[in-house]
């Protein structure tokens, strides 16, 4: 990584780091703490904050910590509820059942002091090898996020003067690369004749998110007022997603309509010509959700996902995620040599790193005809 500043440097991934002292240990080793943000001048307020914190934190723990005895579970509720104001509600009900189904049970009954960093590795070995449900194991990107949820909590109690024995910044998981399916060219155009034969509210969401990267919960949160036919622009302002309800016990999830998670994702997309004339046939008389046409009345996600998979096997397609409409029109805009930069925004990503990474991945088709243009060099004889 390139340094810029004191302890500040830039990854690889287009973020910045930014390196703080924790504490040092008795045989005179170093326990380091990060941040990261997307400029060199964020990262350096966070870190002069951080630092800020850890004294204040040492100061006010001076009094009770060497004598008042306190559990993780306590200090994982106390975190919470400091994160509450701070998150958005899904973010915080995924860390209430990370914490509760997970650490809690396993690791909550410990002292700061005593989570080594050996036993917070078996912890993470256990929670692959046999945690979920069934013990069969949880997939890496769920164990990562625990890790991450257990660090901030191991963050906390530094900051309130506890002690730690662990350097949790050694211990890291690598994500296994994933070959995320997309649709053919022969698929998408398969799945678009099919959609225009019967041009309904849901086959017309279908179509829109195919050609705007549209996720699901954008889809079924978007508006007719969302669209503006002089702009010729969709504008993003809203997502839909079902969670864990935490204020009536007599249902256990509602459906959540709010901002997007992150502001890059409020956004907004151009309409290329060809879909704004099918939005414009379609909209007359219409208000309200656009997959249903009213005002009080919505599809949430998971009906969404059923349709779109009827609609794939009345069309021949192999069933699949909803996600895959997303995978395919970044994939189709990068084959068309879109500015990544521009396409980075439409999709509502951080980065651009993120586009190329995560979420862009070259068709068979594509890589045969760059392969092709290798034959040019064969001299035939």
């Not at 990060?34 to 966070?46: D, F, I, L």
Request: aromatic content about 8%; proline content about 3%; some cysteine.
């Amino acid at each position: 990584m390139a340094r810029k500043g004191e302890n500040i440097y830039a990854r690889k991934d287009g973020r910045w780091e930014g390196r703080y002292i924790i504490e040092r240990s008795a045989s005179g080793k170093y326990h380091y703490g990060y941040v990261y943000a997307g400029t060199y001048r964020e990262t350096r307020e966070q870190l002069l904050q951080k630092k800020l914190e850890l004294l204040q934190g040492k100061k006010e723990a001076v009094s009770h910590s060497a004598n008042a005895p306190v559990a993780l579970e306590q200090l994982a509720a106390d975190w919470l509820v400091k994160q509450k104001s701070q998150i958005k509600e899904s973010s915080y009900v995924k860390y209430q059942n990370l914490m509760n189904q997970y650490l809690v049970p396993q690791i909550g009954k410990l002292q700061p002091q005593e989570l080594t960093s050996e036993r917070l590795e078996i912890f993470c070995k256990t929670l692959l090898t046999s945690g979920g449900r069934h013990h069969s194991g949880l997939s890496v990107k769920t164990v990562s996020d625990i890790l991450s949820v257990t660090r901030a909590i191991l963050r906390y109690s530094v900051s309130k003067g506890y002690r730690i024995s662990c350097d949790f910044s050694i211990i890291s998981l690598k994500q296994p690369s994933k070959n995320l399916h997309i649709l053919s060219q022969l698929e998408q155009q398969k799945l678009c004749s099919y959609l225009q034969k019967d041009l309904t509210s849901v086959n017309l969401g279908i179509l829109l998110s195919l050609f705007s990267g549209l996720r699901i919960g954008e889809i079924c949160a978007l508006q007719w007022s969302d669209i503006s036919f002089d702009e010729k622009l969709i504008f993003v302002r809203r997502t839909m997603q079902r969670l864990q309800n935490t204020q009536d016990s007599e249902k256990r999830t509602r459906i959540c309509i709010s901002t997007p998670k992150s502001p890059s994702s409020i956004r907004q997309i151009p309409i290329p010509d060809g879909l704004l004339e099918l939005l414009w046939n379609n909209s007359s008389n219409k208000s309200g959700y656009l997959l249903t046409g009213k005002t009080d009345v919505f599809m949430e996600p998971r009906t969404m996902q059923r349709r779109f998979k009827k609609v794939l096997k009345a069309a021949g397609i192999e069933e699949t995620n909803y996600h895959v409409l997303r995978h395919t029109f970044a994939t189709r805009c990068v084959e068309l040599n879109f500015d990544v930069k521009s396409l980075s925004e439409i999709l509502g990503h951080a980065t651009v790193n993120i586009t190329m990474n995560r979420y862009v991945h070259p068709s068979m088709e594509y890589k045969r005809q760059n392969m092709q243009r290798l034959s040019e060099l064969i001299a035939v004889r």
